[in-house]
Structure formats: C-alpha cells, structure tokens
C-alpha cells in the first residue's frame, strides 16, 4: 500500500517474467506505486491472453485510483469473460463512488447495458470527476 519506490524495478521485472502464481499479486500491487512504469504494466496486461492477468491488472488500476484509469476500466465491460467484466465493474465503483448493477452471472446483453450506462455517466461527468481517495488498509 506504501508504494515504496525501491521495490518497483523487481517487482515490474515479476510481472513480466515471474511465476503466474506471484504475477497476480503483483500486477494487483502495482497501482499503489502510481508511477508511469507500473501503469503502463496494468495496461499491457489488459490485453493478456489470460484471463488472470486482465483481472489483476484491472484491480491494480483500482488501486491507482487515478481519474485516466476510468476509460480503460470502462472498455473492460467489453471483454469476453464475464468474471473480468464483473472485476472491470468492481473497480469502476471502487474509483468512482458511483454504483452501476451487474449481476454475477454477467451476461453479454447486461455488460452492454452496463457498458452503455459507464460510457454515458463518464460522458457526464469525467470533465469534473475527481476519484475518491481509497481508504486505507489497515489489515497489519
């Protein structure tokens, strides 16, 4: 949660090369260091051939928390797994304070509904969106 600096080149080297088991928490830790190195991994990692990885990366740019992730979570409505559009739906609520329905079952036709509901609140309000802070861990 600290984002300490002096483990980001080892932690960007794991995501790019280390064990799948490791690479999900990583990709999920890298929002906290809000660097554009660690964002562009969360958004290369959107494109991952593995559903894991979009999921993780999607809950890392939650945690950057910052008002450019909203786009790329939005366009993440569209994936085909319905699990990674409910994570993308999550993250979006979780930045943003606004709360928009979609089941567990995420079908298609309620992704795009949710999808065209984003697209338009953003449309709306992404001039003045400022993204609530996040609030804090305290697990430790």
């Known amino acids: 949660e600290k984002g300490d600096p002096s483990f980001l080149p080892a932690l960007l080297e ?12 990583v990709l999920r830790a890298l929002g906290f260091f809000h660097d554009s190195h660690a964002y562009q991994t969360l958004f290369d990692n959107l494109h991952s051939a593995d559903p894991a990885d979009r999921m993780n990366a999607i809950l890392g740019l939650k ?16 994936d085909p797994d319905p699990t990674v559009r409910q994570v993308a739906n999550f993250a979006l609520q979780g930045v943003t304070g606004h709360r928009v329905g979609l089941s567990s079952s995420g079908s298609t036709a309620e ?8 697209h338009v609140w953003w449309r709306q309000n992404g001039a003045d969106f400022v993204p609530k802070k996040p609030t804090a861990c305290r697990d430790w």
């Open 63 to 78: 945690s950057a928390g910052a008002k450019e992730v909203v786009p790329a979570l939005i366009a993440m409505l569209n």
């Open 14 to 25: 794991l995501a790019a090369h280390g064990p799948a088991g490791l690479r999900g928490d």
């Open 111 to 118: 992704s795009v509904r949710a999808f065209n509901h984003w």
